[in-house]
């Protein structure tokens, strides 16, 4: 008999759960008989609790996946019709500069310029968001092509002074390489302004914003270094995270969505962006880009 309650325990030991003890059995050990089979019985109970659970779970995980579809879907729509009147916008502000409403004093020229370059930062916010909402959907596909990296780069700080100018930064350059590079022209240079124009938000008002092209055998980087409000060592491990930011801080707008679309860009470039900081004398904040030559 009681090689026969062993043999259901062990039944239900690898899963049987409609093994139970038997009725002759009932009749020598009662006691024994009945608690194993109330024993198995809760045990089929708890397992379709687990189920359940599981169920709802599962249906949970499906709604707030949809929410998040949802959610991107939403913005990066948003983003795109946003686009529409920022870029009438700075049509607009290009036509009065240019004097087609007429003469403009220097006050209000001054006025407008200011609100061009914000208009301009706007344009470069709503380009990282639709990017990196672009980039959730399908993988980053690479247009490599040899490129003049030098030439890059400094179209990359042209579009940016202006922005800078705001707050009277200077960006500097500084090159040492003058080959040619393979790399996506187009989202190294979204990488290059990302970088740019967190230096220029992150700088004391009145500094300078250095850039520089060096290299070794192997490699090219390109530094960008900001002095002031410079990057504490213990957020150095969060500036990739999606949506990280301090930007408010800082009385910026800022989506935290800059650097991990950057460090997707150059990761998908079999690159590398590391960065450098210094909190001694004079602070400072280095955002290294390094690629394959
Ligand atoms: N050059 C820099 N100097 C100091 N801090 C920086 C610099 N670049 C980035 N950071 C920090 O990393 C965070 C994330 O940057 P980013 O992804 O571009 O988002 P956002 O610029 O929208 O805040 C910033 O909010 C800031 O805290
Ligand atoms: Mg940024």
């Excluded at 949802?70 to 795109?80: G, M, N, Q, W």
């Excluded at 890059?152 to 705001?166: C, F, K, R, V």
């Excluded at 979204?190 to 004391?204: D, E, G, P, Q, T």
Aim: proline letters at 1%; aromatic letters at 8%; hydrophobic letters at 35%.
């Amino acid at each position: 008999m009681l090689r026969s309650i062993a043999k259901t325990i062990n039944s239900v030991r690898y899963g049987n759960l409609y093994e139970r003890v038997h009725k002759e059995t009932f009749d020598v050990l009662p006691n024994l008989a009945q608690s194993v089979n109330s024993m198995i019985e809760s045990i089929v109970d708890r397992e379709d609790m687990i189920k359940e659970y599981q169920n709802d779970l599962n249906k949970k995980i499906d709604v707030l996946k949809e929410v998040e579809e949802l959610k991107e879907d939403f913005v990066a729509t948003l983003t795109h019709d946003l686009k529409v009147p920022i870029l009438a916008e700075k049509n607009m502000l290009g036509f009065l500069l240019d004097n087609r409403f007429g003469e403009l004093n220097d006050r209000q020229k001054e006025a407008l310029l200011h609100l061009k370059n914000s208009n301009k930062e706007l344009v470069e916010l709503v380009e990282i968001l639709l990017e990196t909402y672009k980039l959730n959907e399908t993988k980053i596909k690479l247009n490599v092509e040899e490129t003049d990296v030098n030439r890059l780069i400094e179209s990359a700080i042209q579009e940016m002074q202006p922005i800078a100018d705001t707050d009277s930064i200077n960006i500097r350059y500084w090159t040492e390489y003058d080959k040619r590079v393979k790399l996506d022209e187009f989202y190294i240079k979204r990488v290059l302004k990302n970088l740019i124009l967190n230096a220029i938000s992150f700088s004391n008002p009145s500094s300078t914003v250095d850039v520089a092209l060096c290299n070794n055998d192997k490699n090219i980087y390109i530094k960008i270094t900001n002095y002031g409000k410079s990057i504490k060592k213990e957020e150095i491990k969060h500036v990739f995270d999606k949506y990280y930011t301090t930007a408010k801080k800082f009385r910026k707008v800022g989506t935290g969505l800059g650097l991990y679309l950057s460090n997707k860009i150059v990761k998908s470039h079999k690159g590398r962006i590391f960065i450098e900081t210094e909190s001694d004398e004079r602070q400072y904040t280095t955002f290294i880009i390094e690629l394959a030559r």
